[in-house]
């Protein structure tokens, strides 16, 4: 559980790995990118627990890579879940009274917005004495604000995360290419320099 609120060596370590994986991935950039942005995006859905097959049913419909999208779900991780649901919130109810609905949902504080979401972690993972009668209420509450402003933040960060995956892996490639390059053209210098007749 510790490794997973505070990795052992740290997140610096922990990104630049995931961001190797990445970039090293098979496929083409916008594939890669795709698959990553579409990891990115099933983060902002309310949906725990089932983040890794909707990211995985998103790449393949956008034809990106799967195991793209399975490292983008990482965007979703305990440091970041409340804020994401908490945007997911605002947004969604932002929406919803913007076209004249919603009006009988309460503003939920963050602690109390908080409480709810880890009631359901506590319910899916079986994990507390939670029935579904108990959180029945909570969902009908926060639910459709979620779904609508998850899908929102979502869009919005599966193009950004799409630009910015397809930027990094082209410029990786295009940078080990070039080194590459002038790896075999030393090479091909050093070899000529110890057989000058040839």
Request: aromatic letters at 14%; zero cysteines.
């Amino acid at each position: 559980m510790r490794a997973v609120i505070w990795p052992e060596r740290g997140f610096r370590r922990l990104f630049s790995y995931l961001f190797q994986r990445i970039i090293r991935l098979p496929g083409t950039p916008a594939s890669i990118a795709s698959g990553f942005a579409s990891g990115v995006a099933a983060s902002f859905t309310p949906f725990l627990g089932l983040h890794f097959i909707l990211a995985g049913a998103l790449a393949m419909l956008f034809r990106g890579n799967v195991l793209a999208s399975a490292i983008g779900t990482f965007f979703g991780n305990p440091w970041t879940f409340i804020l994401i649901w908490l945007a997911d919130y605002e947004v969604g109810l932002w929406v919803l009274h913007a076209f004249g609905h919603g009006a009988d949902l309460q503003v939920l504080s963050i602690d109390e917005l908080g409480a709810i979401m880890g009631n359901i972690m506590r319910f899916l993972s079986f994990t507390g004495h939670i029935s579904w009668a108990d959180l029945s209420r909570d969902i009908e509450q926060v639910f459709m604000p979620m779904l609508i402003g998850g899908t929102v933040l979502g869009a919005i960060a599966w193009v950004s995360s799409f630009i910015l995956t397809v930027w990094a892996v082209k410029g990786w490639r295009l940078h080990r290419a070039k080194r590459l390059l002038k790896a075999a053209q030393r090479a091909a210098g050093a070899k000529k320099a110890a057989d000058p007749n040839r």
